[in-house]
T-cell receptor
Framework: GAGVSQTPSNKVTEKGKYVELRCDPISGHTALYWYRQSLGQGPEFLIYFQGTGAADDSGLPNDRFFAVRPEGSVSTLKIQRTERGDSAVYLC???????????FGPGTRLTVL | AQSVSQHNHHVILSEAASLELGCNYSYGGTVNLFWYVQYPGQHLQLLLKYFSGDPLVKGIKGFEAEFIKSKFSFNLRKPSVQWSDTAEYFCAVNGGYQKVTFGIGTKLQVIP
C-alpha cells in the first residue's frame, strides 16, 4: 500500500508479558518515528530512526522499551515486562529524509491487563 | 526543551460558524510548525505546515494558520466550519532534528 502500516491493530496482553509492535513505513522513506498516545493526550515522541540507526531515543520511558530497524525499513518496537501504564496507542510515522512532514500509520492499541 | 500549548480542549460550534484554535509554543530557535487532524476512526493526517516564508499558511479543506513569531503562536482558522470538520486537532512543533512535540489536542464538534 501507499501509506504507513502497523500491525497488529490491537494487542491485549497481561502484565509482565513481552510484546512486539511492527511498523512498515512508506517505501523510500528513510526516517521513521515511534510515538505513544495515551487517552486524552497528544502523541508523545519515543524514538526516531534515520536509516538503521536510532538518531534520537530520548523519548523511551525506560529500559523496558526498545526499538530496532535492522534493514532501514520495517521497525519493531519491543516492550518487556509490560505494565498497565503502558496501555496506549502506539503510533508510527515516516518521512523522507530532510523533510519534516511525517506520515502516520493507524496505530496499534495496546492494552495491558 | 520545546513545548506546545493548545488553549481549547473542547470546542462546539454550529455549522457555518468561524473557527479559531489557539496554539502557542516555546522554543528558542527556528521552528517548523504543524497542524494535524484526526477524524473519527481515522489516523492522524497533516492539515498544514509552516517551515519558512509567508507566515500565513493555507492547508487542505479551507483551513489556514498564521505564524506570529513575536507571540510564539500558530493559530488555526477556518471561516465557515462544516459538520465534516468534526475531529481532533493537534498543533505540533519541530525545533530540533526531526523530533516533533505535539500539543494535547482540541476536540472540535460541529453541530449541523
Amino acid at each position: 500500500g501507499a501509506g504507513v502500516s502497523q500491525t497488529p491493530s490491537n494487542k491485549v496482553t497481561e502484565k509482565g508479558k513481552y510484546v512486539e509492535l511492527r511498523c512498515d513505513p512508506i517505501s523510500g522513506h528513510t526516517a521513521l518515528y515511534w510515538y505513544r498516545q495515551s487517552l486524552g493526550q497528544g502523541p508523545e515522541f519515543l524514538i526516531y530512526f534515520q536509516g538503521t540507526g536510532a538518531a534520537d531515543d530520548s523519548g523511551l520511558p525506560n529500559d523496558r522499551f526498545f526499538a530496532v530497524r535492522p534493514e532501514g525499513s520495517v521497525s519493531t518496537l519491543k516492550i518487556q515486562r509490560t505494565e498497565r501504564g503502558d496501555s496506549a496507542v502506539y503510533l508510527c510515522a515516516s518521512s523522507i529524509r530532510q523533510s519534516n512532514e511525517q506520515f502516520f500509520g493507524p496505530g496499534t492499541r495496546l492494552t495491558v491487563l | 526543551a520545546q513545548s506546545v500549548s493548545q488553549h481549547n480542549h473542547h470546542v462546539i460550534l454550529s455549522e457555518a460558524a468561524s473557527l479559531e484554535l489557539g496554539c502557542n509554543y516555546s522554543y528558542g530557535g527556528t521552528v517548523n510548525l504543524f497542524w494535524y487532524v484526526q477524524y473519527p476512526g481515522q489516523h492522524l493526517q497533516l492539515l498544514l505546515k509552516y517551515f519558512s516564508g509567508d507566515p500565513l499558511v493555507k492547508g487542505i479543506k479551507g483551513f489556514e494558520a498564521e505564524f506570529i513569531k513575536s507571540k510564539f503562536s500558530f493559530n488555526l482558522r477556518k471561516p465557515s466550519v462544516q459538520w465534516s470538520d468534526t475531529a481532533e486537532y493537534f498543533c505540533a512543533v519541530n525545533g530540533g532534528y526531526q523530533k516533533v512535540t505535539f500539543g494535547i489536542g482540541t476536540k472540535l464538534q460541529v453541530i449541523p
